[in-house]
């Protein structure tokens, strides 16, 4: 398995990114994604997950109503629009995904893309 993440850069408060991450080798499109941030200084925090089950969506409260996730099948990638984007989003984003069946979503998972740095100026 493996994730190629995409689309960080350099953006003025309120401004938009939009994150791509493909994913490839898993058999099928049941698997658990997740979008995880890491800033300087700062453990990693889950910003999105999705349960390969399909029964746990998670935001975290620092990104509700601003962060949007999707996901095209037939491209094999999953997005996070990044609307409304605050000094305090600057991070490290990666995405992750693991095959294991859960009804949660926000563990340690298997699989990481190398991430892609989003930097907010203000």
């Known amino acids: 398995v493996q994730l190629q993440a995409s689309g960080g850069g350099l953006v003025q408060a309120g401004g938009s990114l939009r994150l791509s991450c493909v994913v490839s080798g898993f058999s099928s499109d049941y698997y658990a994604i997740g979008w995880f941030r890491q800033a300087p200084g700062k453990e990693r925090e889950g910003v999105f997950c999705f349960s390969a089950s399909g029964r746990s969506i998670y935001y975290a409260d620092s990104v509700k109503g601003r962060f949007t996730f999707s996901r095209d099948n037939s491209k094999n990638t999953v997005y996070l629009q990044m609307d409304s984007l605050k000094p305090e989003d600057t991070a490290l984003y990666y995405c992750?995904?693991?095959?294991?069946?859960?009804?949660?979503?926000?563990?340690?998972?298997?699989?990481w893309g190398q991430g892609t740095q989003v930097t907010v100026s203000s």
């Open positions: 992750a995904a693991d095959g294991k069946n859960l009804d949660y979503c926000l563990y340690d998972y298997e699989y």
